[in-house]
């Protein structure tokens, strides 16, 4: 069965603190990891897709990486708009194309 | 273009009662899923349906029914609503198979649903 495992829970870091979230899965084949924002109150936005270990994807101050047992999102001198819930998900290798969803980490950047 | 919609955004219930929540997609894709999420944990998928006609149980259907009598709606139906089943309901859609942008899910923006 496929898990997926997110560290930390919560994350709090000043206005300009570059961090970073893990993801840790485990699959018995990758077809695709995904990285979702969820703002409080509304549905996950999408952020990126990756397929392969050593792939990379950047957005603004966001960008995500993959080996072949985690992945990681790293926020470069994060904004406070960039508080949010960082879901990841991992997409299940049968015909459904199921999401199997981590339980998220939880970013507050004060200004 | 509206997506993926859900309603309503808030209920409450009384044990015992039954309701329905809504799902409509504007943009003919296939496949549909319903996600419940608990405080602090991620999305759970209850059920989902890869076309009209055809649907399946995910990891936590139990006190859920769905249908897909056409393409565009996807309700999901609660009996007997019980506390457990207090929580945020998401809705989804996407197209079969890979897109340039990978295996995108559109989702709605939720009902929270308290069973008191």
């Known amino acids: 069965e496929d898990q997926v495992t997110q560290s930390p829970e919560a994350l709090r870091l000043q206005e300009g603190e570059s961090s970073s979230l893990n993801c840790s899965y485990t699959?018995?084949?990758?077809?695709?990891l995904f990285w979702y924002r969820q703002d409080p109150g509304k549905g996950p936005e999408f952020l990126f897709t990756?397929?392969?270990a050593g792939e990379e994807k950047e957005k603004e101050r966001l960008k995500a990486t993959l080996t072949k047992k985690e992945s990681f999102l790293h926020i470069t001198a994060p904004k406070p708009e960039d508080s949010a819930t960082y879901l990841c998900?991992?997409?299940?290798?049968?015909?459904?194309?199921?999401?199997?969803f981590g339980q998220g980490t939880r970013l507050t950047i004060n200004p | 273009n509206a997506g993926v919609t859900q309603t309503p955004k808030f209920r409450i219930l009384k044990i015992g009662q039954s309701m329905t929540l809504q799902c409509t997609q504007d943009?003919?894709?296939?496949?549909m899923y319903w996600y419940r999420q608990d405080p602090g944990m991620g999305l759970k998928l209850i059920y989902y349906?890869?076309?009209?006609?055809?649907?399946d149980k995910g990891e936590v259907p139990n006190g859920y029914n769905v249908s897909r009598s056409t393409t565009e709606d996807f309700p999901l139906r609660l009996e007997l609503a019980a506390p457990s089943q207090t929580s945020v309901y998401f809705c989804?859609?996407?197209?079969?198979?890979?897109?340039?942008?990978?295996?995108?899910?559109?989702f709605g923006s939720g009902t929270r649903l308290t069973v008191v």
């Open positions: 989804a859609s996407k197209l079969a198979g890979v897109s340039s942008e990978g295996y995108g899910y559109t």
């Open positions: 699959v018995s084949g990758l077809r695709g």
């Open positions: 990756l397929y392969s």
């Open positions: 998900a991992v997409l299940e290798i049968q015909g459904a194309q199921k999401l199997v």
């Open positions: 943009m003919n894709h296939n496949y």
């Open positions: 349906s890869v076309g009209a006609g055809i649907t």
